[in-house]
């Protein structure tokens, strides 16, 4: 059995169904990514398992012990939210105490403790300050260390990240994902950005309205996809149906069903390969996105999104004809009509 | 520099406005007479030595600060959990709240005071008691939109969550936590519904009048005897204010953690409440 097992979980809010009979299995020291697009009901789940929101039906259980009906209290269960919910009444030492006190340690334990937490998250200098004088990303580790310092069983990140800047966000991320990796830490980490989900998993849950529309290792969500959702939601993927495919690669080239395919936009490329059928067509946009071109081409009255390094010598503008070659393998059947 | 002038102008002119009443009837309060002269024609303190030597003003300056305070401290106890609970928990309720507690501005004080009478005369709840409780209704606005917009302004509800996921029960979060985060709002709240109802007179009046003379029932009736003697109790009326609400923002702001923004809120309702006060006041 995992150490956190999340079986058959059912919720509704307000009378709205909002989790359908959810599975989940995380093993010790793993970080796995909810990922999910905003009410999807990542979040709710997160709280089902803190224990703040009741569950309809279902078992959660965690280290062998059923917590489905425990108070949040007894979970050992630490969470970092999105607006960092530090107290402002308190110090960050005291903040980063606060739940050391709850639980009844001694002073002289409490102080180095905190201090060491503090240490980790590299926020000892600024013991005495108060979150109001702190920046977002230095509360949010004020926040980090206050969640570790109580050595919870698991813990939950609430898009930890998602508030910050852009360049704060990378550099925190990086940390966090080093920090997990060294203390052996289990992780349920929230957010909506599938680049962020592929860069600090072990594993991804992908959610979709209260489902679990596809889970497994980043690198297996991004090559195979199970469904259109998945398809789009992770990789921006061209998704195109039979009919779509038998014009684009001509019948005899490419035997495609009636089902709905995948195409990775990179998977496009402009040079010939062993197998790879021609297509062509002509450029309708061009965005550069830095290191990457990302061109639409029409073909065949399909509109193809097609993306490159940005040193390639065949650089087309709107208007201009392209030729594209697509190799039969790298179209991925998702099954459904 | 002319728009920080025209600006220090207007600030000027505008406190001038808000003082001279208030001047005034202070030098009206310490002259022998000042009637068909544009200047006084003396000044004395005999007119505060006749009202602080009267038994009848300082009980009713006690009168009005044990009706005051006993309902403001009720008002705390049961209200402020109340508004925690409903933010936090009953979110659906809010709706409903914001139109329930605007009614007392809805309903004037003489059919509130009239209602009462009707319903409680006779009955074997005392009259100061029902007094208390029309307060008590009119305290609620007060209370309410102060808390409930420091309530929001802190994010209460992740305090909670985050709080009892670190083992707190949620009594020990609502004192530990809460209760000093909302400390701001708790003291405006506190100090709009003191300086409103030390004052009040039109409940008190109906249901009551001279049978429990309050400050301003007090100088209502010294006014038809005497407007110096009565310009005294404005005078006086105004330092209890001053002081008492200086104790309240001593006490309750000891430690300032609190953003600038938050306390400068603070003083902007204070000073409003006492130009509101002191308009009230002398308009009657």
Redesign the interface.
């Known amino acids: 059995m995992s150490y956190l097992t999340i079986n058959d979980l059912s919720l509704a809010l307000g009378g709205r169904k909002i989790l359908h009979h959810l599975n989940l299995n995380i093993e010790k020291g793993e970080l796995v990514t909810l990922l999910g697009p905003s009410g999807c009901g990542k979040s709710t789940l997160l709280r089902a398992i803190t224990g703040l929101i009741p569950v309809e039906n279902g078992r959660i259980v965690i280290d062998g012990h059923d917590v489905t009906r425990v108070s949040p209290k007894k979970r050992e269960i630490g969470m970092v939210f999105q607006s960092y919910a530090l107290f402002p009444n308190l110090s960050v030492f005291d903040n980063v105490a606060f739940g050391l006190k709850m639980k009844k340690l001694g002073k002289s334990m409490i102080q180095e403790k905190v201090i060491r937490s503090l240490d980790m998250m590299g926020m000892k200098e600024k013991a005495d300050a108060y979150p109001y004088e702190l920046s977002g990303g230095q509360q949010q580790r004020v926040a980090l260390a206050r969640s570790l310092v109580v050595e919870p069983k698991v813990m939950l990140l609430d898009e930890p990240l998602s508030a910050l800047d852009a360049q704060i966000r990378q550099q925190l991320r990086t940390e966090l994902r080093a920090l997990q990796k060294k203390l052996g830490m289990t992780m349920i980490f929230v957010t909506h950005d599938q680049a962020e989900a592929m860069y600090i998993s072990d594993r991804i849950y992908v959610m979709n309205q209260g489902t679990i529309s596809q889970f497994g290792e980043p690198e297996q969500l991004y090559t195979h996809p199970d469904n259109e959702f998945v398809a789009r939601f992770i990789g921006n993927y061209n998704v195109l149906s039979g009919k779509q495919v038998r014009s684009l690669l001509g019948e005899t080239n490419f035997e495609a069903g009636n089902g709905s395919y995948a195409l990775r936009p990179e998977a496009v490329r402009t040079a010939p390969g062993t197998k790879s059928i021609e297509i062509n067509g002509t450029v309708t946009d061009v965005n550069i996105l830095g290191n990457i071109v990302r061109y639409a081409v029409k073909a065949q009255d399909v509109i193809l999104y097609v993306e490159q390094i940005n040193d390639s010598p065949d650089h087309a503008g709107i208007g201009e004809n392209k030729t594209l070659f697509v190799d039969g393998e790298d179209m991925i059947s998702l099954g459904k009509a | 520099m002319r728009k920080s002038f025209s600006s220090s102008l207007i600030l000027s002119l505008f406190v001038l406005l808000m003082c001279v009443p208030f001047l005034l009837t202070f030098v009206y309060s310490i002259s022998t007479e000042w009637g068909k002269s544009i200047l006084p024609t003396g000044l004395t303190l005999q007119w505060y030595e006749q009202l602080y030597a009267d038994p009848r003003f300082i009980q009713s300056v006690v009168r009005s600060c044990l009706l005051t305070f006993g309902t403001l401290i009720a008002v705390l106890i049961i209200v402020v959990p109340s508004i925690v609970m409903i933010s936090i928990y009953l979110p659906?309720a809010e709706k409903f709240m914001k139109p329930t507690v605007l009614m007392p501005y809805a309903i004037p004080g003489v059919v509130l005071a009239t209602g009462l009478l009707r319903t409680y005369s006779g009955s074997p709840v005392p009259l100061t008691a029902v007094l208390s409780g029309g307060i008590f209704i009119y305290a609620l606005p007060f209370m309410y939109q102060s808390i409930h917009n420091n309530l929001r302004e802190?994010?209460a509800k992740?305090?909670m969550?985050?709080?009892?996921?670190?083992?707190?029960?949620k009594l020990?979060a609502f004192v530990r936590?809460l209760l000093?985060?909302i400390k701001i709002g708790i003291m405006v709240g506190s100090l709009l519904t003191f300086s409103t109802f030390l004052g009040e007179f039109q409940i008190t009046n109906m249901l009551l009048g001279g049978d429990f003379e309050t400050i301003r029932i007090y100088m209502l009736r010294v006014m038809k005897i005497n407007g110096h003697l009565s310009s005294a109790v404005v005078v006086t009326y105004f330092l209890l204010l001053l002081m008492i609400s200086a104790v309240i923002v001593k006490a309750t702001s000891r430690?300032s953690?609190?953003?600038m923004a938050g306390q400068e809120e603070t003083t902007l309702s204070i000073s409003e409440m006492k130009g509101s006060a002191s308009n009230e006041l002398l308009n009657d």
């Not at chain 2, 985050?162 to 029960?169: C, M």
Request: glycine fraction near 4%; proline fraction near 5%; avoid cysteine.
């Open positions: 659906k802190v994010d992740t305090l969550e985050a709080s009892e996921i670190l083992g707190a029960s020990q936590l000093p985060n430690k953690y609190k953003l």
